[in-house]
């Protein structure tokens, strides 16, 4: 049995990911930001820089998913900055703390994300590809970054670089779904921007399966397979809910309610591949997207009426 504390376990991996661990027999220790409510509960505030550094001696490994919600308001300075600070500050506090402890955890897996390659359009996207320039790429470069300490303490550290992420109750998926139960769907601006996604089983079992692999370190792209293109992702999901797919949103439309948030995280396009995940031997339950989308949202459910 293992011994892991996991930060950001309430959000739609964590929760799913502490069960898995849970599931499978390890000692789950969950990082949270207000005072600790059960024995399995550690406190910290990162906006305040605060740790139980003593907590964290002699774990097995880490897991750091926290971060400000990226669609849950419009991308004003003042949101940017909070989703840039809870992202690099956290980890660097994280890091800090881990490199300074007597008993090092022998892997710290961090979350960071696809928006490292900024948009991209049909190129072929590797862990070995170089940055994008646009502010998701600046907040995952300098959220890679922030693992520094942990590294040159000589712990592994994966810098997990999530895919859009398929689940019905958030994300993408969830905001799209109810309009396609309803007939109300379609593709997102022209739809020929790429979707590198991936199921939340699938990227739940990527994680706990590098967890375990002591030669993989660095930047892991979590992505399936195949990738498709906007158009696709939305006719696909059509055909799943058993729904026609008639009303596209205009580009100009999305920038128009959704500014910059809309632009990031609806229209821009990045191809990217799983290549260091395949070759350490990961095999996909869901590498393809229908089998993705009928595991998490059910094949051909009903749709319930629109709200009146």
């Not at 996909?284 to 094949?299: C, K, M, N, Q, R």
Request: hydrophobic letters at 40%; a positive charge.
């Amino acid at each position: 049995m293992k011994r892991l504390a996991v930060t950001g376990a309430s959000g739609l991996i964590g929760n799913r990911l502490c069960t898995s661990l849970s599931g499978a027999g390890h000692e789950v220790l969950r990082l949270v930001r207000r005072p600790a409510a059960t024995p399995d509960e550690i406190p910290w505030n990162p906006a305040r820089g605060e740790i139980l550094s003593r907590e964290l001696n002699g774990l097995d490994a880490v897991i750091h998913l926290g971060g400000e919600n990226l669609a849950a308001a419009r991308w004003t300075p003042g949101q940017k900055e909070s989703i840039y600070h809870s992202r690099v500050d956290s980890t660097a506090l994280l890091c800090d703390a881990l490199a300074g402890l007597k008993e090092k955890p022998q892997v710290l897996l961090t979350a960071s994300a696809i928006g490292y390659y900024g948009d991209r359009g049909e190129e072929i996207l590797t862990e070995e590809s170089p940055s994008g320039n646009d502010f998701l790429a600046r907040v995952c470069r300098d959220w890679e970054e922030a693992t520094l300490p942990a590294r040159q303490a000589g712990i592994r550290v994966v810098r997990l670089r999530f895919g859009v992420v398929l689940s019905s109750e958030g994300g993408l998926l969830g905001k799209l779904l109810p309009f396609f139960r309803w007939g109300l769907g379609g593709r997102l601006g022209d739809g020929r921007q790429v979707v590198s996604w991936i199921g939340r089983e699938d990227l739940v079992r990527a994680i706990v399966f590098l967890a375990s692999q002591p030669l993989v370190r660095g930047p892991v792209n979590l992505t399936a397979p195949g990738a498709v293109t906007n158009r696709e992702f939305t006719a696909t999901l059509a055909r799943v809910v058993r729904r026609p797919a008639l009303f596209p949103l205009p580009a100009r439309l999305i920038r128009w309610v959704w500014g910059e948030r809309g632009e990031a995280l609806m229209l821009k396009s990045s191809r990217v591949k799983p290549e260091i995940l395949e070759k350490s031997g990961f095999v996909f339950t869901h590498p393809d997207l229908v089998s993705a989308l009928e595991a998490e949202i059910g094949p051909g459910r009903s749709a319930p009426r629109p709200p009146s």
